[in-house]
């Protein structure tokens, strides 16, 4: 089992910054936050009118040769909702007629998974320790900008 995580103090002391090394900061700090919310609010006003348009070009779009529908707004302006084509293979129908054909078992393989949950059980049961199960996992980090509220 991996380690608890440790969380920090909810309201750290914030540190010093040197704003010689970092004159733009604040300005930085608030242009993010800026931007983050203008892009926010730019999506959902964005797939609003794509919603909108998309009505427009089901009701009165021109098909091409694609299947593609276009709406021609002016002799300078269209917009397309382009259709886009690919396959979905069905592994409950070629079961089914794999199965019927008598072909299945030539086309299928095992695949040796941990579980990790019998890994769990393991531990609970006293057969393998803890700190041997801590060895199986490693700490991944990412990261994220947030703008504080």
Wanted: glycine share 4%.
């Amino acid at each position: 089992m991996p380690p608890r995580p440790t969380f920090p103090d909810p309201e750290p002391e914030p540190e010093e910054l040197d704003f010689d090394v970092y004159p733009d900061l604040a300005a930085d700090v608030a242009e993010f936050r800026n931007l983050d919310l203008r892009i926010k609010t730019m999506t959902k006003r964005r797939d609003e009118a794509k919603g909108r348009l998309r009505a427009a070009l089901e009701a009165n779009g021109q098909p091409d040769d694609k299947g593609s529908l276009w709406l021609y707004v002016s002799d300078e302006d269209s917009i397309k909702l382009e259709k886009r084509h690919s396959q979905a293979f069905d592994a409950e129908m070629a079961t089914e007629v794999l199965q019927r054909l008598g072909l299945y078992d030539k086309c299928i393989r095992t695949i040796t998974v941990l579980d990790e949950d019998a890994i769990a059980g393991l531990v609970f049961d006293g057969e393998i320790p803890d700190e041997t199960v801590r060895s199986f996992y490693s700490d991944v980090i990412t990261w994220a900008f947030k703008g504080a509220p």
